[in-house]
């Protein structure tokens, strides 16, 4: 089970697609909530963790146990080396303190544009999809739009929303963060973007886990 559907249960679920039904009731935009596990495998931190965990545990053991043996502190690292790096795909927790924070907000922004497109928010009629890409195991958020948004709101605004929905993962109360600024963006699309006459739903209002 994906563990975005451990944290988010089906009330949690039903009550942001309720908060996007809100605001696009009051709206022209189009409002995607999105959530991944990950946002990449981050092979590099889990070589780096095995590299640094093992050989630190090698020293250790072979100074405590082996008699201080070079030759039993080398292969005992690799073996740990190993071991921590096939540990660190199957409990990714493990391997977090060992990635960068800035190569995290790079594979975050990678995978959100990567799925903007890939769920077609670009393919609205006038240009008006907002994602809100949350990214579990990072603790990051993006909020992207298409460029209809962006004549009138900025990146930078939009993704100023992002932070409240981010300390909210933190501290366990991700639903709650999200329906709020789901909200709070939904003030600003209803003042550029009024709903139109013939406004047609044209994204899903169900959170998607990809």
């Known amino acids: 089970m994906a563990q ?16 996007v039904k809100d605001v696009e009731s009051r709206t022209a935009g189009e409002i995607a909530v999105i959530f991944t596990d990950m946002s990449d495998d981050y092979p590099e931190g889990s070589l780096r963790a095995g590299v640094i965990i093992g050989s630190l545990c090698a020293i250790a053991v072979s100074d405590l146990l082996l008699g201080d043996s070079l030759w039993y502190a080398v292969g005992l690292a690799l073996i740990l080396t190993l071991l921590i790096d096939w540990l660190g795909h199957k409990m ?33 009629r006038d240009k008006t999809g907002v994602l809100f890409f949350i990214s579990l195991f990072e603790r990051r958020v993006r909020v992207l739009a298409d460029k209809g948004i962006y004549e009138k ?11 409240g929905i981010s300390a909210g993962i933190k501290n366990k109360k991700t639903a709650e963060a ?17 709903i139109k ?6 994204l899903p209002d169900e959170v998607v886990i990809v």
Do not use: C, W
Not at 98 to 114: G, N, Y
């Open 4 to 19: 975005a559907e451990k944290i988010m249960g089906t009330a949690e679920r039903a009550k942001i697609s309720a908060a």
């Open 92 to 124: 990714p927790i493990i391997i977090r303190p060992f990635i960068s924070p800035s190569r995290l907000d790079e594979m975050v922004a990678r995978r959100a544009l990567t799925v903007f497109y890939d769920q077609g928010l670009y393919k609205t």
């Open 153 to 163: 709101i900025t990146p930078d605004e939009l993704q100023g929303y992002a932070h």
């Open 178 to 194: 999200l329906t709020k600024e789901i909200q709070a963006v939904g003030m600003v699309l209803a003042k550029h973007f009024p």
């Open 197 to 202: 006459d013939d406004d047609t739903n044209e």
